[in-house]
T-cell receptor, first 114, second 112 residues
Framework: EPEVTQTPSHQVTQMGQEVILRCVPISNHLYFYWYRQILGQKVEFLVSFYNNEISEKSEIFDDQFSVERPDGSNFTLKIRSTKLEDSAMYFC????????????FGQGTRLTVV | SQQGEEDPQALSIQEGENATMNCSYKTSINNLQWYRQNSGRGLVHLILIRSNEREKHSGRLRVTLDTSKKSSSLLITASRAADTASYFCATGPDTGRRALTFGSGTRLQVQP
């Protein structure tokens, strides 16, 4: 069964460093998303991406964040200068085109900023 | 309460019993989805119900949606120990946007 894959599963980084989280969405999906879940809190929407551009973003997705689809398969989230409060589980998701569709999530990358 | 609030926050039942989890939301929606999350793992999509649907079944899962009350319920029948997980509802807005708003989840513990 097709699935969204994320790498790495766990990343530890020092405060102020840049990190890139990687995702391979399901191959025939056209919408891509990043969500995050701070430990013990709700899953929060960060950004959605369609047709090679950001289609929606939340207030969390500020200038330190960026997304990119560098090739036909990968979808990345870059955090330019990590802060302690960026520590969270980051989930990538994808969905097919259509008015109402399920979003399929990856297993997540646990980011720990020390 | 916030968009997508589940209750109860925690539920402990015996194997074989039914588990019912509820979700309330505040804004108009296009669809409502339920997800399961095993501890520290990813979100697994369970079922999607559209705003013009009232009930949907998938295997041992039954979801209802009452848009007049802005609420949904997830029923898991004949629960198994493997159903132990956190369950989240997520609402899709009716604005044409796709960002899902998640609730805080119900932690279900099924005792063998």
């Amino acid at each position: 069964e097709p699935e969204v894959t994320q790498t790495p599963s766990h990343q530890v980084t020092q405060m102020g460093q840049e990190v890139i989280l990687r995702c391979v969405p399901i191959s025939n999906h056209l919408y891509f998303y990043w969500y995050r879940q701070i430990l013990g809190q709700k899953v929060e929407f960060l950004v959605s991406f369609y047709n090679n551009e950001i289609s929606e973003k939340s207030e969390i997705f500020d200038d330190q964040f960026s997304v990119e689809r560098p090739d036909g398969s990968n979808f990345t989230l870059k955090i330019r200068s990590t802060k302690l409060e960026d520590s969270a589980m980051y989930f990538c998701a994808s969905s097919v085109q259509g008015e109402v569709t399920e979003a399929f999530f990856g297993q997540g990358t646990r980011l720990t900023v020390v | 309460s916030q968009q997508g609030e589940e209750d109860p926050q925690a539920l402990s039942i015996q194997e074989g019993e039914n588990a019912t989890m509820n979700c309330s939301y505040k804004t108009s929606i296009n669809n409502l989805q339920w997800y399961r999350q095993n501890s520290g793992r990813g979100l697994v999509h369970l079922i999607l119900i559209r705003s013009n649907e009232r009930e949907k079944h998938s295997g041992r899962l039954r979801v209802t949606l009452d848009t007049s009350k802005k609420s949904s319920s997830l029923l898991i029948t004949a629960s198994r120990a493997a159903d132990t997980a956190s369950y989240f509802c997520a609402t899709g807005p009716d604005t044409g946007r796709r960002a899902l708003t998640f609730g805080s989840g119900t932690r279900l513990q099924v005792q063998p």
